[in-house]
């Protein structure tokens, strides 16, 4: 799910000295902030985050994300996933199944297509709100996915907190926590084959 890449890029805000002394930042600034903390996410030292998903009331998750570079691993109450950077493993408990992507499938997300995120597509700017500060991404004329993220970062220890993620007319709302930036070993990324032995395997990677 890409919601997954954006709550590590705004994660890494904390480690950058954003001030919001001023109500507001020129967007080429704020810009120019996104930017080192994109690719601030893509570096060797991995990282990991607690997240609550609320979607509108309807559909509600939380989980933990582990991110390095191109690979990934996430587990929530309903399924977990191994991700190499190859090869994704999408293992479901209750169904006794793991199903097998590409790692850049979108099919790995029962959402798909629905947080698709292009950098180029946004405007961007920051403000102070409260004891916040706010990091603005408007979607450009013709957006289709995410039409606006706010990512919400303590004032005072500039960790963040918070997203608020705009699907077409509903809010997505996403809370923070247990951030961490230590290095990752590249085994947490390695599917556990045996653990899952007794499980149906299903490949979809010839699936579009």
């Known amino acids: 799910m890409k919601i997954k890449v954006l709550l590590l890029i705004f994660a890494w805000a904390l480690s950058w000295g954003i001030q919001a002394q001023n109500n507001s930042v020129s967007s080429r600034q704020a810009r120019e902030v996104f930017d080192e903390v994109y690719q601030k996410v893509y570096g060797p030292q991995g990282a990991s985050l607690h997240y609550k998903v609320d979607i509108v009331g309807i559909y509600k998750t939380e989980g933990t994300i582990w991110y390095k570079g191109k690979k990934s691993r996430y587990q929530s109450s309903n399924s977990k996933s191994w991700n190499d950077g190859v090869t994704a493993y999408l293992v479901k408990d209750k169904k006794r199944t793991v199903e097998i992507f590409t790692a850049t499938s979108s099919k790995q997300s029962r959402f798909g297509d629905d947080f698709k995120f292009e950098s180029e597509n946004y405007t961007y700017q920051m403000e102070s709100d409260g004891d916040d500060i706010v990091l603005i991404l408007k979607g450009k004329k013709g957006t289709k996915s995410m039409k606006e993220i706010r990512a919400y970062l ?24 247990n951030l961490k930036s230590d290095g990752l070993g590249d085994e947490i990324f390695v599917f556990p084959r045996k653990k899952y032995s007794t499980y149906e395997f299903i490949d979809r990677r010839d699936e579009n």
């Open 154 to 177: 303590d004032k005072k220890t500039r960790t963040p907190h918070s997203l608020r993620i705009k699907v077409a007319f509903f809010w997505v709302t996403v809370d923070i926590s």
